[in-house]
């Protein structure tokens, strides 16, 4: 299984670290990934993290240094920091686990984001 915390109502400017907790059948693959979904928009993938090596994958979009993507092996958990949240950045962050190569079978449920301007 995987659950994602670590959401709220913040002001624009503010940070938050979202947490991900992986267990049994979900924390034995490779790669954890962090999706987001706007409303009325689709869902977006933002990064994903190699779980052994630790080695992060960006969706250019993502990738302009905001959003910081390690892991904790010892406690099967992957944190996304979001640095100077905006209002575009609110939304329903999920993650989710799979084997590599984009590939995220198993999915948490999500944790809500708020950013007021």
């Known amino acids: 299984q995987l659950q994602a915390s670590g959401g709220g109502t913040v002001q624009a400017g503010d940070f938050l670290r979202l947490l991900c907790v992986a267990s049994?059948?979900?924390?034995?693959?490779?790669?954890v990934g962090w999706f987001r979904q706007a409303p009325g928009k689709e869902r977006e993938f933002l990064a994903s993290i190699t779980f052994d090596s630790g080695r992060t994958f960006f969706n250019v979009d993502f990738a302009q240094g905001r959003f910081t993507l390690t892991r904790d092996r010892a406690k099967n958990t992957v944190s996304l920091l979001i640095e100077n949240l905006k209002p575009e950045d609110t939304a329903v962050y999920t993650c989710?686990?799979?084997?590599?190569?984009?590939?995220?079978?198993?999915w948490g449920q999500g944790t809500q984001v708020t950013v007021s301007s």
């Open positions: 989710a686990s799979g084997p590599g190569a984009g590939v995220f079978p198993y």
């Open positions: 049994g059948v979900a924390s034995n693959f490779a790669d």
